[in-house]
């Protein structure tokens, strides 16, 4: 039945209280014999789109003998000509355009067989439930599954033949029943009694309803999965067939405020997806970040309570003390995003590895801003402090370079470290690091002090090379320690340095000067224990003393006693030992654990001991006390401590 414009539509039903535009159109439409409300408008000379835009909705009007604005309040136009603006005019308020279902219907079953009509609420997405039946609406046909659009000749069938008034809903939520039904009191529909408003929090509900549907569509976003990573995405695509059952599950959090929202948030980290990136993990921070805080909504002061409740859960979890109440407001530091780097990207800046350069900010070398949520962490740098941080590396080195600027083997080197010559900038038994850390300067200072004023050389036949001098002092029960305080105390005198060689083996002495040197009587038992005896001075086992020996944490002296080579400790390696280390059963005791669970929560998180099972197969853990010193090491302790008591 083709139309013409001089002849109006032969049946003009009138639009109900809370009817939809769509709705009514295809109401209009079947009663016309027209195949659906598309070809409907566009016969009236109507844009086909006319629901979302501002094209005139005259000819329909006429052809229904109404007044154009009686329909024009039904449909959703933009709420303002303004380019960009995404919010459409919704009852007697307005919402974001994504937050309404345009193309197909939703409905309850119930509702549509009483009152015949489709109800304008149905469309907007966070209202998931029927507070007057308690059930939730449906938004596919139950006789073929698909979603049911409005292009359709009956009002009541899909194009499938099944009557929508048959299918049966499951019962809603409470919640979802509370967020549709104050959805539906903002929108001035009739309340229902079924629902129970009050489950949601009040701040909610005191909310304009804009600002309550933005609210419903952020979380939304994430509760999807959609807005992790989507950067700054539209609302409208993140949003683009979001189901029912995004909007129940954002009902849940709206309701038990702000937990759940913590809760979600906590189910980001741990479900970031099986080994998911730093990185990966950064940028879906950020995202979150980019849209919460961009300008669209921080300046409209939209979404302030997902802000501020997202505030409260960082300041809560940051580590660092970025959010403490003296440092910016965190809304004032996203202004210039720059300025701070992920840790992969920082990592790939200064050409190191990412988990080098975490080790490095867990260690407190490097100030990083640490986000831990759930059982992940992110990590984002101050390029400045990057910089900073780059250029002192630059004059670092590790344990195999340091050793090649002496010249030296890792056992007589580590003695030079342990005794203090050599000095360290971090290391197992310095701080705990575990990775030994040298500043280049310091090393060649300390080769340059050894060879001052030494002529340089080539040995003459009867000089005693470094070599064979080590040997002989070795056996005389003397260490590279003893050997280079010696130099350093002007007690040996260094008769040469020999070009061809590199650091300490330039050295080579006087013979005899050397043999006074070595064969001097020493009265090591004075100032020497024997092993069992520090451990007796420790209360330690003596197997476990003796492992700290040999591994070098307790520094100790080789002494020739009647021809036999014994290790001796000296009386202040100790003490220095003492001061310096603590074993885990101590820690145990004080913060009421076992040693193992001790040691395994702190090496969770890269605080390792500087010895133990796990470590060097020692029998008992111990840790450095500077590196437990530091700020993350007592708070795992404490968290270790409060564990506890709350268990
Ligand atoms: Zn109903
Ligand atoms: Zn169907």
């Known amino acids: 039945m083709p139309l013409d414009d001089t002849r109006p539509l032969v049946r003009t039903p009138r639009p109900q209280a809370g009817e939809g535009f769509m709705g009514y159109l295809l109401r209009v439409s079947e009663a016309n014999g027209c195949p659906d409300p598309y070809w409907l408008l566009r016969a009236l000379g109507c844009s086909a789109y006319a629901l979302a835009t501002s094209g005139t909705l005259k000819p329909l009007a006429d052809a229904l003998s109404l007044e154009e604005v009686s329909l024009e309040a039904l449909r959703h136009a933009p709420a303002s000509d303004g380019p960009g603006s995404r919010q459409v005019r919704f009852g007697s308020g307005t919402v974001h355009r994504s937050a309404i279902i345009a193309d197909r219907s939703r409905y309850c079953p119930i509702c549509l067989a009483e009152e015949g009509f489709f109800q304008s609420v ?114 409208s695509r993140l949003m683009g067939d979001a189901g029912i059952d995004v909007f129940q599950r954002v009902a849940v959090i709206l309701a038990d405020w702000p937990k759940a929202f913590f809760a979600l948030l906590d189910d980001f980290r741990r479900h970031g997806g099986e080994g998911a990136t730093h990185i990966g993990l950064e940028m879906e921070f950020r995202s979150f970040y980019a849209a919460l805080y961009s300008r669209q909504f921080r300046e409209s002061g939209k979404l302030g309570l997902v802000r501020g409740a997202f505030e409260t859960y960082l300041r809560n979890h940051w580590r660092g003390g970025f959010l403490g109440a003296k440092n910016r407001r965190l809304a004032d530091d996203l202004h210039d995003r720059q300025r701070y780097v992920p840790l992969a990207k920082a990592a790939r800046l200064i050409d190191m590895h990412s988990g080098a350069l975490e080790r490095e900010i867990r260690a407190g070398l490097i100030e990083a801003l640490i986000l831990r949520m759930g059982s992940r962490t992110l990590i984002m740098i101050d390029r400045e402090k990057l910089e900073a941080y780059r250029l002192n590396r630059d004059q670092m080195v590790g344990l195999f370079d340091a050793r090649r600027v002496l010249g030296l083997s890792k056992s007589p080197f580590l003695d030079l470290v342990r005794a203090g010559i050599a000095k360290a900038v971090r290391g197992p038994t310095l701080d705990g690091y575990a990775y030994w850390t040298f500043r280049k300067t310091d090393l060649q200072q300390l080769l340059d002090t050894i060879l001052s004023g030494v002529p340089e050389s080539k040995p003459g036949p009867d000089h005693i090379e470094y070599r064979k001098a080590v040997r002989i002092a070795t056996y005389r029960g003397l260490g590279i320690v003893d050997f280079v305080k010696a130099i350093l105390g002007r007690n040996l005198r260094v008769a040469g340095a020999d070009p061809r060689a590199v650091g300490m083996e330039r050295c080579y002495f006087d013979p005899d000067e050397f043999l006074a040197f070595a064969s001097g009587e020493r009265p090591f038992a004075n100032w020497t224990a024997s092993v069992e005896e520090a451990a007796a001075q420790l209360g330690l086992k003596s197997q476990v003393t003796y492992h700290l020996v040999r591994s070098n944490l307790i520094r100790s002296v080789s002494v020739s006693e009647g021809g036999k080579i014994s290790l001796r400790v000296p009386l202040d390696a100790i003490r220095e030992f003492e001061t310096s280390y603590i074993p885990a059963a101590e820690l145990a005791v004080r913060y009421g654990t076992s040693s193992r669970h001790l040691a395994a929560v702190l090496q969770q998180h890269g605080i390792v001991p500087v010895t133990g099972p796990t470590v060097d197969s020692g029998r008992q853990y111990f840790f450095s006390r500077s590196r437990l010193a530091m700020r993350d090491a007592s708070e795992i302790l404490e968290g270790i401590r409060s564990r506890i008591d709350t268990a």
């Not at 507070?131 to 049911?148: D, M, N, T, Y």
């Open 122 to 235: 149905w469309q907007l997405k966070p209202v998931t439930a029927c507070p007057k039946h308690g059930v939730q609406l449906l938004e596919r046909c139950a006789g073929c599954g698909r979603s049911v659009s409005w292009r359709r000749e009956e009002l009541f069938r899909c194009p499938c033949g099944h009557d929508l008034r048959q299918s049966t809903s499951q019962p809603a939520s409470p919640e979802s029943m509370a967020l549709s039904r104050v959805l539906m009191g903002k929108l001035g529909n009739p309340l229902h009694e079924v629902a129970d408003p009050a489950l949601l929090a009040e701040a909610f509900t005191a909310l304009e309803l804009a600002d309550l549907v933005d609210h419903t569509l952020f979380i939304g976003a994430y509760v999807s999965g959609r807005g992790r990573g989507a950067g700054r995405q539209t609302m």
